[in-house]
């Protein structure tokens, strides 16, 4: 079992930051692909990056690349996602998930263990 918990959502202005974290315990973390997704009302879930299990390769929507930046640390079981020049239509529900395939997925079905979301909302 793999438990997924996100943090540092929040309410920000367009063109402000911030940094969303997601802490993982139970199987062992470092053999995991870990993504992030979200979900605006709406809207359908939808993929916005990934990161490798150890971290040298990332993958990104087109919506959010250039601005977004997924990383991750082993050490301390967690992973982030540092979101720059945040726009109104970021505003969403995040998601982190877990996988254990070898190689980074974008679809939301392979991902086998999801955290509870936390909340992002830009203003204009």
């Known amino acids: 079992q793999v438990q997924l918990v996100e943090s540092g959502g929040g309410l920000v202005q367009a063109g402000g930051s911030l940094r969303l974290s997601c802490a993982a315990s139970?199987?062992?973390?470092?053999?995991?692909?870990m993504g992030w997704f979200r979900r605006a009302p709406g809207k359908e879930r939808e993929f916005v990056g990934a990161?490798?299990?150890?971290?040298?390769?990332?993958r990104y929507a087109d919506s959010v690349k250039g601005r977004f930046t997924i990383s991750r640390d082993n050490a301390k079981n967690t992973v982030y996602l540092q979101m720059n020049s945040l726009k109104p239509e970021d505003t969403a529900v995040y998601y982190c998930?877990?996988?254990?395939?070898?190689?980074?997925?974008?679809?939301?079905?392979?991902?086998?263990?999801w955290g509870q979301g936390t909340q992002v909302t830009v203003s204009s």
């Open positions: 998930a877990s996988n254990e395939s070898p190689t980074i997925l974008r679809d939301s079905g392979n991902y086998a263990y």
């Open positions: 139970g199987r062992t973390f470092s053999n995991r692909n």
């Open positions: 990161i490798s299990r150890s971290g040298g390769t990332t």
